[in-house]
């Protein structure tokens, strides 16, 4: 079964950063729309970021506009979320997944992606 494996989860103060990653062994991301997700105890999950395949282009909700950012590495079949100025209402499981159905964010659903992973825990502590 084809499964992103996500990492770099960890425990950080208010202001810290982290670097997740997430790989696919076995699948080649080239090509593909890939998501950033995360989902907090007791909420639904949400979209985080996205970036596409070809031109790199991005996108991220409003809520961690400016703090993180989202590169991805087609050659090493990664991708790759900096976090930064980390908030008391950041924490949560972070996950990645592949829109199969596009190579671009625009207009992505969430139903369009596949292959999560069992996700990455962050938690933000002084």
């Known amino acids: 079964q084809v499964q992103f494996v996500e990492s770099g989860g960890g425990v950080v103060q208010p202001g810290g950063s982290l670097r997740l990653s997430c790989a696919v062994p076995g699948f080649s991301v080239d090509g593909y729309a890939i998501g950033w997700f995360r989902q907090a105890p007791g909420k639904e999950r949400e979209g985080v970021s996205c970036?596409?395949?070809?031109?790199?282009?991005?996108s991220y909700t409003d809520s961690v506009k400016g703090r993180f950012t989202v590169s991805r590495d087609n050659a090493k079949n990664t991708v790759y979320l900096q976090m930064s100025s980390l908030k008391p209402e950041d924490p949560a499981v972070y996950y990645c997944?592949?829109?199969?159905?596009?190579?671009?964010?625009?207009?992505?659903?969430?139903?369009?992606?596949?292959?999560w992973g069992q996700g990455t825990r962050v938690t933000v502590s002084s």
């Open positions: 970036i596409s395949s070809s031109d790199r282009s991005t």
């Open positions: 997944a592949a829109n199969l159905m596009r190579s671009r964010c625009q207009g992505s659903l969430d139903h369009e992606y596949d292959y």
